[in-house]
């Protein structure tokens, strides 16, 4: 497999409009789009930076993954993103190399996306993400 | 301020040699570089992806910052450095908008550079680095 780029960084944040301070008006970066995807519980806001993003999440459940992890005091560098051209092929090899997957297939993600993510108990404890993006392979 | 791209993301490991099965065995990803900062007791394995790296983080004195971490099972993403093209004026820019550091003045980093960290207490728990590359500015 060949990974072409950090596709983006993933951030857990309490609340997206509290956090423009952070990464707009003192960082400076500039925010692209902002995305519901309620299906997984979470609204994002994506900030290109270089050929990469800083994605901030912000659960719009209190039960679900996201608001929980923020309600919990752990906002904060939640996984990475690696951008693969042919996402099938890269699950396969990672199943045939003993890496552990938390989806075994595809699903949908962000922007159009396909993602899945590996199990950080095969990767050091980071949460990895593989996405292809939409168009690709 | 402009930040440039993700120049590096953090990543804190037990052991070198072995993260070496997960981000070139399985991953795909070639070792560009190992340094060692013998002032912040670390070991550093710097992977290329993109325009950016993966930058791996082994301890080498047991009572330092990074060998404590993975001791206590906190292995994983550590921090997100970002590349600035004039570091001195990006901290003195942050600190007139109140955004607390935890390096008032740069120091040196990984490959020649300098480096700053800005206080996660400001940055919504995120650990931020900026680095200015060897012979800029």
Redesign the interface.
């Known amino acids: 497999?060949?990974?072409?780029?950090?596709e983006h960084?993933g951030?857990v944040?309490?609340d997206l409009a509290q956090?423009r301070a952070?990464w707009e008006?003192?960082?400076?970066?500039r925010l692209a789009e902002v995305e519901e995807l309620p299906q997984y519980e979470v609204r994002i806001g994506m900030y290109p930076?270089?050929?990469?993003m800083?994605e901030l999440l912000q659960g719009t459940r209190p039960d679900g993954t996201y608001a929980r992890l923020a309600r919990e005091?752990k906002?904060?560098?939640?996984?990475?993103c690696?951008e693969v051209e042919d996402l099938e092929g890269a699950l396969a090899e990672?199943r045939g190399?003993g890496?552990r997957l938390r989806d075994e297939t595809p699903r949908p993600g962000h922007q159009g996306s396909r993602i899945a993510f590996l199990d950080?108990a095969?990767?050091?404890?980071?949460?990895?993400e593989l996405v292809q993006r939409a168009g690709e392979g």
């Open positions: 497999m060949r990974v072409k780029r950090i960084v951030i944040v309490k956090s952070v008006e003192c960082l400076g970066l930076v270089g050929e990469s800083v005091g906002e904060g560098l939640h996984h990475l690696l990672l190399k890496v950080p095969s990767t050091g404890n980071v949460l990895v």
